[in-house]
């Protein structure tokens, strides 16, 4: 379709027709602020901190849903649109607990990074304010109602990108907040803790638990992987501080995931440094030094080596176990934690090195 | 002030209530009896685009608040569609509107009729009918007038045997005025929570369920059998330039004869209070009206010779909204007239954007520090500002309306709000302060 050409800030961008005005802004490098509008996410218009001054319109339009169209002519930043902006700051502060200082999302909060950016302090129009107790009540994500700012990012994520709608508003006007499920607890709700809602939420309402007091943003060094857990492949950033994973994010470039995580890649990262975790390989005590194999004796216990031993010991029990029952006493079960390749080489070793076709795969069962 | 003036309306015959004081005005039989269901005849023997036509030559524009023009609105449903809807709003929640609720309980069929006529013009194959939780009188007729007209063979399969089928059914909603907004009456059909939807796309292009619908308020709908009955033309003489046709005023407020008025649009708001409404109770000075419903900006005794039509009360400074009259008399406190309208629209606020849910609460707490003597001077031009910041920047019109009290009470009437600041208490309705901690019923006599 034939590019539209518009004119923001003075500016002539070209874009694709269909797109919003947030869009096309963003494309060209001018910067809209936006609350409620997320680029994974369908668009909302319930903010209103990204209303621009667009010419023929009566009133500010908001730049999240505002389509496009040739010889538009947008303005980001003229004084009317900064007061209005102004002033949707200065009311959600105004019902905002202002604890920033303690706050777990101090440094990546669009809320606080506005608040700077307009110098809106939180004492314009206070008054009646909510005092919700904060939900820590299941194990990965802590929800604190008293900082939402009802931008619906979280059930939209929940509904579009985990598909699982969990998350909804419920009340009405002043008093509406998000809930789950029949407003009750989160784990009694339908969420899978894919954390999808976590990731998209603006400010310190939705909290991942384990992260909480680990470190500020500033302090923390971002480092793109791949998730360890499935073969899927998910790209994860982790969150690292003193060689540490605090957390981690789907990323939102990752080609397979795009910014999707499932519980463990979201939240499961304590293994690493968990005290029970193995880091060497094992082998029974009876199988490097002789002995009886019996589960009461010293011969049962688990003697730390390295791999080339590990592998050796594993190697010669398939051998004299296929040398007396033959090839199809053995099967092999191959995991989903491993790469394709890995379930590739596995299916080599099954059929040509032990000779057998018993081979299967965890996510077929 | 003139408490009596001539009729300029003496010839006016009212057509949407003319049956509303017959005995079981309600039944179909009294409707038979009256010509009922002739226009509806007339005009499945006619293209649905003629009907189009008639609807766009008599003027008629919507009655539910907005004044849209309806034959635009029908022109606007997508003609290729295989199924469209036709949605019927009757949740008329604005304070002050009760006109609606009177021809739903007294004269359901002229709707149904209005409605089906409506239908075939564009096409629409199912009608649902919003109605307001709390008209449990009206659910009832509603519902019995759907099932004799499926039983006379005026809804249903081949509808006076033209081919047209009509299937309708009644939907109550919970209780919220946001409900009535039309894309939130969308949500709420389809059994989700009450809030408005973006537009575009507007309802005639994805409405309810995604499918083309036509959303009409039933005083609307009512008009259409008359036009369809006695011409575009007549229709179109009766009004102004660009507001045709009758149109039932709600007046209520401190007159002797609240009520529905049936009455042309044009009509002066001095007539309708003076001459139907029986003038200001007690023989008391009129103050202040609202001329269509809480939702439009407060005008003074002043105003009240300006002829209620939508291009009239806009230029001075107002708007017809529903056409409900609210009247005020000198006895009147305008600080909490503006602090009462205002709680209303907080309480009834959908939360979804900012400004409204969090704005209209701070407008609140403002009017209510003033009315009771705690504020300073500088507040009431805070009020202002925060009035004049809500408005123009919500999600839907009802987050701009809601500003309308307070901004327009303290245009007219400065000087009370002052007062309230500067006195600490009420000079108009003589009424201290109490002073509760809790705000709550800090008037006394
Ligand atoms: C906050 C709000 C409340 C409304 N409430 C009603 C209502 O109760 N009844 C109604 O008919 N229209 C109501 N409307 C107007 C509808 O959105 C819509 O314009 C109307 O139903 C269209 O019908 P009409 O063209 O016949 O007037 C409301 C609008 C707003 C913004
Ligand atoms: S919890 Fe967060 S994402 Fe969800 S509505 Fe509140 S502020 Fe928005
Ligand atoms: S203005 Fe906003 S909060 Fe108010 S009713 Fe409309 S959408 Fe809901
Ligand atoms: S970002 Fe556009 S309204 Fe919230």
């Known amino acids: ?365 | 002030m003139k408490s009596d003036s001539l009729s300029t309306t003496s010839s006016f015959e009212p057509v949407l209530t003319r049956n509303i004081h017959r005995p079981g005005s309600e039944k179909i039989e009294t409707y038979l009896g009256n010509g009922g269901y002739r226009a509806a005849r007339r005009a499945l023997e006619r293209t649905p685009a003629e009907i189009i036509q008639l609807i766009k030559d008599s003027g008629l524009r919507g009655r539910g608040g907005a004044g849209f023009p309806a034959g635009v609105k029908w022109e606007f449903m997508p003609r290729d569609a295989s199924q469209k809807y036709l949605a019927v709003n009757t949740d008329e929640g604005e304070p002050g509107t009760f006109k609606d609720r009177e021809i739903v309980e007294r004269d359901p069929h002229q709707v149904i009729e209005g409605a089906l006529i409506a239908a075939y013009a564009v096409g629409a194959g199912r009608a649902f009918v919003y109605i307001r939780g709390e008209f449990f009188l009206g659910v009832k007729r509603w519902t019995k007038a759907i099932a004799d007209a499926y039983e006379h063979g005026f809804l249903g399969k081949n509808i006076l045997k033209s081919g047209f089928d009509l299937e309708m059914s009644v939907h109550r909603g919970a209780g919220a005025y946001i409900c009535g907004e039309e894309t939130a009456m969308l949500e709420s059909l389809e059994g989700k929570p009450g809030n408005p939807r973006l537009k575009p796309p507007y309802p005639a292009q994805a409405g309810l369920f995604g499918l083309p619908t036509l959303v009409h308020n039933i005083e609307t709908l009512a008009c259409i059998p008359h036009i369809i009955e006695r011409g575009p033309d007549w229709f179109a003489g009766i009004g102004t330039a660009q507001s045709k046709g009758p149109k039932i005023f709600s007046v209520s407020g401190h007159v002797n004869r609240p009520g529905n008025y049936e009455l042309p649009l044009g009509v002066t708001l001095r007539e309708i209070i003076y001459t139907h409404a029986g003038g200001v109770r007690d023989g008391r000075r009129l103050k202040a009206v609202i001329p269509g419903g809480a939702s439009t900006p407060i005008m003074t005794a002043m105003q009240i010779d300006v002829p209620m039509a939508f291009e009239t009360l806009r230029a001075a400074g107002s708007e017809l909204g529903t056409g409900a009259v609210i009247v005020m008399d000198e006895t009147t406190c305008m600080v909490e007239v503006a602090r009462r309208l205002t709680r209303f629209f907080s309480h009834e606020s959908c939360g979804r954007c900012v400004p409204c849910r969090i704005g209209s609460v701070r407008l609140y707490e403002a009017l209510e520090r003033v009315e009771r003597g705690q504020g300073e001077i500088p507040d009431i031009d805070r009020i202002l500002e925060l009035a004049h910041g809500i408005g123009g920047i919500t999600f839907c019109p009802m987050g701009t309306a809601l500003v309308n009290p307070a901004r327009s009470a303290i245009k007219c009437f400065r000087n009370e709000f002052e007062d309230h600041v500067r006195k600490g208490h009420c000079v108009v309705s003589r009424r201290a302060f109490r002073g509760g901690p809790d705000g709550k019923d800090s008037h006394r006599r």
Not at chain 1, 74 to 91: C, D, F, G, I, N
Not at chain 1, 123 to 148: A, E, L, T
Not at chain 1, 158 to 166: P, Y
Not at chain 1, 327 to 355: F, H, P, T, W
């Open chain 1, 1 to 365: 379709m034939a590019a539209v050409s518009l004119k923001i800030d003075g500016k002539t961008v070209e874009t694709a027709p269909g797109r919003s005005v947030m869009q096309a802004a963003r494309d060209a490098g001018i910067g809209i602020p936006a609350l409620c509008d997320h680029p994974a996410l369908p668009p909302e218009g319930a903010c209103r901190i990204c209303l621009v001054e667009i010419e023929g319109q009566r009133a500010p339009q908001p730049a999240c849903t505002f389509q496009v169209s040739a010889g538009l002519v947008v303005q980001t930043r003229s004084p009317h649109v900064v007061a209005a902006r102004k002033l949707v700051l200065e009311l959600l502060l105004s019902d905002h607990p202002l604890d920033c200082l303690t706050c777990e999302s101090t440094g990546s909060c669009l809320l606080q990074d506005l608040a700077y950016e307009y110098d809106v302090k939180g004492d314009r129009w206070r008054g009646r304010h909510h005092d919700y107790p904060v939900d820590s009540s299941n194990p990965f994500i802590q929800v604190d109602r008293n900082k939402c700012i009802v931008c619906r990012r979280c059930v939209r994520a929940c509904n579009s990108i985990n598909g699982v709608e969990a998350i909804s508003i419920f009340h009405r006007g002043f008093n509406a907040s998000i809930g789950f499920g029949a407003d009750g607890p989160m784990q009694d709700s339908p969420c899978e803790f894919c954390g999808s809602c976590v990731a998209v939420c603006p400010t310190g309402a939705l909290r991942p638990k384990l992260a909480i007091g680990k470190g500020r943003p500033w302090q923390v060094k971002k480092v793109d992987t791949i998730c360890s857990y499935c073969g899927v492949g998910c790209k994860l950033t982790l969150h690292v501080r003193d060689n540490r994973i605090i957390g981690a994010d789907g990323a939102w470039d990752g080609p397979v995931n795009r910014g999707w995580t499932c519980v463990k890649g979201r939240f499961g990262h304590d293994y690493v440094r968990h005290p029970d975790r193995l880091t060497k390989p094992r082998v029974r005590h009876y199988l490097l030094h002789g002995g009886k194999k019996r589960r009461d004796g010293t011969g049962w216990d688990w003697v730390e080596t390295d791999w080339d031993t590990a592998l050796e010991v594993a190697a010669r029990g398939l051998c004299q176990i296929r040398g007396k029952y033959g090839a199809d006493s053995i099967g092999v079960l191959c995991s989903a934690k491993c790469l394709n390749e890995e379930n590739y080489l596995m299916n080599k070793l099954a059929r040509q090195v032990i000779g057998t076709n018993n081979i299967d795969h965890c996510a077929r069962l």
